[in-house]
């Protein structure tokens, strides 16, 4: 199955500042997908990244505040912007991968002060 | 849209004890059905999938779990669970075709000795 790489693992930022988080794919894939999941609570999704359009966003999250850039197949980026301590969550993006489900990053902690 | 529902918000249970873990889903078409675990500290990581063919279906760990469509669930199993199984699951489903995956909110699970 496809693997991720996704960094930073953890970051602490200082509130109005952004963080971009990267995720790299060892396969080519149509589409990547972002969640988050904020603390003891489960995975909502943010946004579903395709190659060469824009992403498309699920309700409850708007692209000034979470752009995503897909440049290639194999890579995709989510910034959180004009961070808040509400911001404070795990961020993950994942992908399809044939026959094998979804394979999910190892995550992107982010601790807002 | 999709919707699922997991009865139980945090199961205990003591070493040796059969499991199950309710999940129901709200989807009119076809599904992709699927059970996660993410371990204290951890990443994602798929338990079992279910696309078609046969409804019982086994994963990885001595998990298994039954698709019955008329119940519009499934349910997650293991005979006898051992403390390494403390975690949190999450039953999460799809519709065919390169959807993104819809999440319960979780069962946190707890083995005592």
């Known amino acids: 199955s496809a693997v991720i790489s996704q960094k930073p693992s953890r970051d602490i930022c200082q509130r109005g500042t952004s963080l971009t988080i990267q995720c790299q794919v060892d396969s080519q894939v149509t589409m990547m997908f972002w969640y988050r999941q904020q603390p003891g609570q489960s995975l909502t999704l943010i946004a579903t990244a395709n190659q060469g359009s824009e992403a498309t966003y699920e309700s409850g999250f708007v692209i000034d505040k979470f752009p995503i850039s897909r440049p290639n197949l194999t890579f995709s980026t989510l910034t959180v912007s004009n961070m808040s301590p509400e911001d404070s969550s795990i961020y993950l993006c994942s992908v399809e991968a044939e026959n094998y489900g979804y394979t999910f990053g190892s995550g992107t902690r982010l601790t807002v002060v | ?113």
């Open chain 2, 1 to 113: 849209a999709q919707s699922v529902s997991q009865h139980n918000h945090h199961v205990i249970l003591s070493e040796a004890a059969s499991l199950e873990l309710g999940c129901n889903y709200s989807y009119g078409g076809t599904v992709n059905l699927f059970w996660y675990v993410q371990y204290p500290g951890q990443h994602l990581q798929l338990l079992l999938k279910y696309f078609s063919g046969d409804p019982l279906v086994k994963g990885i760990k001595g998990f298994e779990a039954e698709f019955i469509k008329s119940k519009f669930s499934f349910n997650l199993r293991k005979p006898s669970v051992q403390w390494s199984d403390t975690a949190e699951y999450f039953c999460a489903v799809n519709a065919r075709g390169n959807t993104p995956l819809v999440f319960g909110k979780g069962t946190r699970l707890s083995v005592i000795a």
